[in-house]
């Protein structure tokens, strides 16, 4: 489809969203001010990451006394793309993959890479049913994965390096829950998602490869936080704030782990136990650790997260998942390192 047609079936898509989100988020690009008091609105996901910490403990609320904070929760990254487009969130996660995506043609998202939540590992994985025991084997069957997401971006990549073609198997778009529903109706043979739906594939299923086995090879993923370039140019005090909040929760995660536990849990309706086990399955990293040049990197010195993007982008365009591949310029420009560095004194 061109780009044209493409970009308005995302806008009408995000119009319908919208809709559905309002009572949480506002009515679009106005609902940022509201009654006097700034409206942040936060696009999170059920990832056992700092982000839920940050959430849970009230860290940004806290430090944000005069501002009308919303957590509005999404399933993918591909859905928080479509809520930037509509206007209806201001900050947000989102994975590299649909950040990627985000930052090409057709979409081109006006937004900035401000922070990494986390680094993907073994929070995200192939898993087959009993009896299919390499990705190869998994030619003619049917897989599960919630299409522009990281998920997805590491099946293609696993799927190419065994060989085989996207049209050799019958991908389904599926978001987590929905994908262990189909698993446990038998409707599909091995699905790529994260957890907490992973752990329950995992306990009756084979794992095939990790996120961080693809990374290994090459393609690494990250869940990514990011900024509209208007909310960061009009509230960039705000944005301290949350960068702040991020961070001191990643700090507790390394430093007291089980209290970080606790809080994740109470979001995922996990026990403390299960949240830890699945918190350690990612590399969480403090502001300071994201200067460093293999991730974010520092003012004039962008770091190796913008040429991962770009190498996703190349990907990405060989699979025609997006229109065409950006300028290196591109990722360069949407690292926030400017902001990050504010946070990281």
């Not at 898993?127 to 003619?140: D, P, T, Y």
Request: net charge neutral; charged share 20%.
């Amino acid at each position: 489809m061109p780009a044209a047609p493409r970009r308005t079936a995302l806008l009408a898509a995000a119009v319908a969203l919208v809709a559905l989100t309002a009572s949480a988020c506002g009515d679009g690009a106005d609902a940022a001010e509201g009654g006097g008091r700034t409206q942040v609105r936060i696009a999170y996901q059920a990832i056992p990451n700092a982000d839920l910490v940050v959430k849970n403990q009230r860290l940004l609320e806290k430090a944000l006394p005069d501002a009308d904070v919303k957590w509005v929760k999404f399933d993918s990254g591909g859905d928080v793309n479509t809520a930037v487009i509509a206007g209806a969130v201001d900050l947000g996660l989102a994975g590299s993959s649909p950040v990627t995506k985000g930052l090409s043609a057709p979409l081109n998202i006006p937004y900035k890479v401000v922070w990494i939540h986390d680094v993907i590992g073994e929070n995200e994985a192939l898993v087959a049913k009993k009896g299919i025991g390499s990705v190869k084997a998994l030619k003619g069957k049917k897989i599960a994965t919630p299409f522009g997401s990281t998920s997805h971006y590491s099946l293609l990549a696993a799927l190419e390096s065994a060989g085989l073609k996207a049209s050799d198997v019958t991908l389904v778009d599926l978001q987590p829950q929905d994908a262990l529903a189909a698993w446990q109706r038998g409707d599909i043979d091995a699905a790529y998602v994260w957890t907490p739906a992973l752990t329950e594939l995992e306990k009756d299923g084979t794992v095939l490869v990790t996120s961080r086995e693809i990374a290994e090879q090459g393609k690494p993923t990250a869940d990514l936080g990011v900024v509209t370039t208007a909310f960061a140019a009009k509230h960039p005090k705000i944005v301290d704030a949350w960068l702040k909040a991020e961070d001191q929760a990643v700090k507790m995660a390394k430093s007291d782990p089980g209290t970080a536990a606790t809080a994740i849990g109470a979001e995922l309706n996990l026990s403390p136990a299960e949240a830890k086990k699945q918190l350690a399955q990612l590399v969480l990293l403090t502001a300071k650790e994201q200067q460093g040049s293999d991730y974010l990197g520092k003012p004039g010195a962008p770091g190796a997260l913008a040429r991962n993007l770009h190498d996703a982008s190349v990907f990405l365009k060989s699979q025609k998942a997006i229109d065409a591949v950006p300028d290196q310029s591109v990722f360069d420009n949407s690292l926030a390192v400017k902001e990050l560095n504010r946070a990281a004194r």
